[in-house]
Structure formats: structure tokens, C-alpha cells
T-cell receptor, first 113, second 116 residues
Framework: DGGITQSPKYLFRKEGQNVTLSCEQN?????MYWYRQDPGQGLRLIYY???????QKGDIAEGYSVSREKKESFPLTVTSAQKNPTAFYLC????????????FGSGTRLTVV | DQQVKQNSPSLSVQEGRISILNCDYT??????FLWYKKYPAEGPTFLIS?????DKNEDGRFTVFLNKSAKHLSLHIVPSQPGDSAVYFC???????????????FGTGTLLAVQP
């Protein structure tokens, strides 16, 4: 079955540490995205990548970094510069560009302790 | 600046009745609208969409209505079932200035609870 896998489902991080969230898809989608969900704020775009080795900042990129070395993978690093990292993180992919057919992963809940 | 707004954070309806979820937007450049459904600790799943050239789209129990003059869309679920209980996000898309890039903007979500 094709799909998009995020791991881990739950992640705890100490303040001051960087942490990397994994996102892998086997849908052969060109575009991948990272969103953050906070209560009452909807889904906010962090970073997106339309092709391999290329990515752009979304609306709230500060304190985050990404890489896109392979079509299937789009890991997100939450750095110590991110002031409020505790949130639910969602990865998505689509066939190309900003196609309307987004497929989402099941998310990673990050908690800073 | 919230371009897509869902002013009702929650909604409770009885099983078998109609659920109406509302969404307002401010950007007249939006040309495509979508509804996503999300269960706790899961990713959103696509539910139904509508192009700005239409005013209604129906898929089984789900119907989306678009009123462009009022910049308002709504999702109707008839009849509502307990399994419909979830958070519903509306989203809007527009073609960017480069002529090739659409951007998807999500609302804040409405938690629907369908009571048996």
C-alpha cells in the first residue's frame, strides 16, 4: 500500500536540543510539505519542497531546517532556536507543485520537557 | 492575518440530523476550496472539494456549497453519523504570482460531535 509514514509518533526533547522528525513516502509524489498544528491555529506551513534538492520556506520556517536528498524523504529538524517547539507536526505530499491532492502522514507529537 | 476562518470551534448534533460546518475567507483570489477531516493523533484526510466556478458539489452524504459574493462556504453532512465525529478543516487555494504555484491555506478547524 502506498502512503506517507511519519516517525516517531511521539517524541520528547529537552530544551536546547535539536531533534529530527522523519517523513517517508512511497507514492512517487514530487512535492512534500511540513505543517505544524497548534490548538486554535489550524495548520501552518513550515517548509515545502517541489523537487529533490530544492525546498522553500513556508510561513513559519524560523527555528526549523529541512533537506530533500531523496524523492521519498523529507526530514524536518526542529532546532534549539525554535522558541515554542511543542506541537503536532504533519508531513504531506502531492503529485506535483501545489496539486490539490494532498496526502498527509499520521503526524508526530513533539513535546519539550 | 487569518485568510480562512472557521468561527465555530465546535459543533454538536444528534445522529441522523444535518451537520452544517461553515468557513469564511477574505482573499478573492482563492480559486479552489477543500474540506479535510481529522481524527485525533492522525493526519487529515481529504473529504470533498469545489472549484470557484461552481456553487455546489455533492458526494454521498457530503455537500459543499460556495457563495463567492459572500466569500463563504459550508459543508453539509446529511444524515450525520457518530463516525463523522472529528475535526473538520476547510482549506483554500490560489494561483501564485509566478503563475504556476498554488498555495493551500487552512482554517482553524471545527470539532464536530455527533451524539448517538
Amino acid at each position: 500500500d502506498g502512503g506517507i509514514t511519519q516517525s516517531p509518533k511521539y517524541l520528547f526533547r529537552k530544551e536546547g536540543q535539536n531533534v529530527t522528525l522523519s517523513c517517508e513516502q512511497n507514492l512517487n509524489h514530487d512535492a512534500m510539505y511540513w505543517y505544524r498544528q497548534d490548538p486554535g491555529q489550524g495548520l501552518r506551513l513550515i517548509y515545502y519542497s517541489q523537487i529533490v534538492n530544492d525546498f522553500q520556506k513556508g510561513d513559519i520556517a524560523e527555528g526549523y531546517s529541512v533537506s530533500r536528498e531523496k524523492k521519498e524523504s523529507f526530514p524536518l529538524t526542529v532546532t534549539s532556536a525554535q522558541k515554542n517547539p511543542t506541537a503536532f507536526y504533519l508531513c504531506a505530499s502531492s503529485i506535483g507543485g501545489w496539486s490539490y491532492g494532498y496526502t498527509f502522514g499520521s503526524g508526530t507529537r513533539l513535546t519539550v520537557v | 492575518d487569518q485568510q480562512v476562518k472557521q468561527n465555530s470551534p465546535s459543533l454538536s448534533v444528534q445522529e441522523g440530523r444535518i451537520s452544517i460546518l461553515n468557513c469564511d475567507y477574505t482573499n478573492s483570489m482563492f480559486d479552489y476550496f477543500l474540506w479535510y477531516k481529522k481524527y485525533p493523533a492522525e493526519g487529515p484526510t481529504f473529504l470533498i472539494s469545489i472549484s470557484s466556478i461552481k456553487d455546489k458539489n455533492e458526494d454521498g452524504r457530503f455537500t459543499v456549497f460556495l457563495n463567492k459574493s459572500a466569500k463563504h462556504l459550508s459543508l453539509h453532512i446529511v444524515p450525520s453519523q457518530p463516525g463523522d465525529s472529528a475535526v473538520y478543516f476547510c482549506a483554500a487555494s490560489y494561483l501564485g504570482f509566478d503563475g504556476a504555484t498554488n498555495k493551500l491555506i487552512f482554517g482553524t478547524g471545527t470539532l464536530l460531535a455527533v451524539q448517538p
